[in-house]
């Protein structure tokens, strides 16, 4: 049990956690559910039918003005650019040497204006390094307190959202957002998420966040999950953690996430990502499945015949699919997939394989 | 509550670990019902082989949810002469019912050191 000095901050709907018999617990300053039922029932639910999420912890970020886009194209990997209005982006704010100092998703609303939505704990920071960044005439204002946001994930999430909540994104793509209104709220509903599963993420004022989170859950097909079974859910989908499986010392070419940068313009800590593209990153963060009984944890050593290659960042049972996984940094040579290694899990020795990502595929549905 | 979270024909280890103590010097193991509600969901548990002997609060094995691992720790001294294979298969049974998915069954080194856990009542006090 952990013991912290620091106040922490409640969402919005702290007193609805509490009702649902949530465990809440201290996460990047935030007190947050960890989990209400169970994570297993909470990850299968979010698998089957869907999961709704309290993630206002989340920074929000308005980057806005005539040389906004200019600007972020320089501070952010990737090509936001290439965004029209009511496009949605994953990418990263690197520095100069190519490290990650936070991953997030921009959103265009026109061409002067776009959210950036960031990790709670980053969220200082990172408003500090924009706001160092950008031009004399951009404003970047933190307005992560007129947000409360959650995330309704799952194969039936957009159904319920559609039939309960009159509001139907069901034929907007994958990374895109618009505006609706739940009972005469206006809300942001865009379809992202740190799941795999279709659903969507909404942005709410936080004096209706009750009301509209009650509003959520009163479709039988929806029932909350807390913060253990979005680790387990993201983990199995092979999406990095900030903080565990990337930051500001782990670069983008290592962590595998090349395709979120626009090599071709300058952008911060290009020439030093170029350089290691070119050069051969030492290691890479690869996907790791257990091939015996043993649960990988953060920390854990990689080895191959005794000698250690590597550490795991993030590890856990997978609900889905019965077997320990994880996601390591090991030598580039043996990134491989179909690559055998060992971890030691506590001393205990646990063969796994290098796999393909992601771990879990959903079930494509027609 | 605590009559259903906590039996008092059990004693506690002040480690969330319980002793059934049995009339022909064997104990049966477990862990508490505090324990695994902090734990969440077990996935595995991991005991030492049958034979191997420990002292108390010494770690007979691991018991590990989704999100933790904790060291079993053993109430009192002994040798492993029986290990619950349905947890080994089933470890969410922990969850279900800790009290009647006892974990190993142990000859005691010393029935005297029962002296030294807890009574239900002074052990829901603790936690």
């Not at chain 1, 959202?161 to 009972?183: G, K, M, N, S």
């Not at chain 1, 030598?331 to 055998?340: E, N, R, S, V």
């Not at chain 2, 024909?9 to 508490?32: K, N, S």
């Amino acid at each position: 049990v952990s013991v912290t000095s620091e106040a922490l901050s409640r969402t919005p709907i702290h007193g609805r956690h509490v009702e649902l018999g949530g465990k809440m617990v201290p996460f990047a300053g935030w007190e947050m559910p960890i989990q209400y039922e169970g994570v297993i029932a909470e990850h299968r639910q979010v698998r089957k039918s869907a999961g709704l999420f309290d993630v206002s912890h989340m920074g929000q970020v308005y980057v806005t003005g005539p040389r906004a886009k200019a600007d972020l194209q320089r501070i952010l990997s990737n090509d936001i650019g290439a965004l029209a209005d009511g496009d949605a982006q994953y990418t990263l704010l690197t520095n100069d040497r190519g490290g990650i100092d936070d991953d997030l998703i921009a959103y265009r609303f026109d061409d002067d204006c776009y959210l950036l939505v960031v990790n709670a704990a980053n969220a200082a920071a990172d408003v500090a390094i924009i706001t160092g960044a950008v031009s004399d005439d951009t404003s970047v204002r933190d307005v992560s307190a007129q947000h409360a946001m959650f995330a309704l994930q799952g194969p039936l999430a957009l159904d319920a959202l559609a039939e309960t909540c009159d509001v139907d994104v069901r034929e907007l793509a994958p990374f895109h957002f618009a505006e609706h209104q739940i009972d005469g709220v206006p809300v942001t509903v865009a379809t992202t998420g740190y799941t795999g599963e279709r659903g969507c993420e909404i942005l709410v004022p936080p004096g209706d966040a009750p009301a509209i989170w009650d509003r959520l859950l009163s479709d039988e097909r929806v029932a909350p999950a807390g913060l253990a079974a979005r680790d387990t859910l993201r983990l199995e989908v092979c999406y990095p953690l900030h903080g565990n499986d990337i930051d500001a010392e782990t670069t983008a070419v290592e962590a595998g996430l090349g395709w979120v940068c626009h090599w071709d313009e300058p952008f911060v800590g290009r020439e030093a990502l170029l350089a290691q593209r070119e050069a051969g990153a030492a290691r890479k963060l690869v996907a790791l499945a257990a091939t015996e009984r043993g649960i990988p944890r953060a920390g854990c050593p990689v080895l191959q015949d005794g000698r250690e290659v590597g550490t795991v960042t993030s590890g856990t049972m997978s609900p889905s699919l019965g077997f320990g996984i994880a996601l390591a940094y090991v030598q580039t040579d043996l990134a491989q997939p179909g690559t055998d290694l060992t971890i030691d899990v506590r001393g205990r020795q646990v063969r796994a394989e290098v796999r393909t990502k992601p771990l879990y595929r959903r079930e494509e549905t027609l | 509550v605590s009559a259903t979270r906590y039996p008092e024909e059990l004693l506690y280890h002040p480690e969330h670990d319980w002793a059934r103590i049995g009339d022909d010097g064997v104990a049966e193991f477990g862990v508490t019902w505090f324990a695994q509600d902090s734990l969440g969901d077990v996935v595995f548990f991991d005991p030492k082989d049958v034979g191997s002997t420990f002292a108390a609060g010494e770690s007979y094995g691991e018991l590990e949810s989704v999100k933790t691992v904790s060291d079993l720790v053993a109430p009192m001294g002994g040798e492993i002469v029986e290990v619950n294979q349905e947890v080994v298969d089933e470890p969410e049974r922990v969850n279900t019912d800790p009290y009647a998915n006892w974990l190993v069954r142990v000859k005691l080194s010393d029935p005297a050191e029962k002296d030294s856990l807890l009574s239900a009542a002074a052990y829901a006090d603790l936690v």
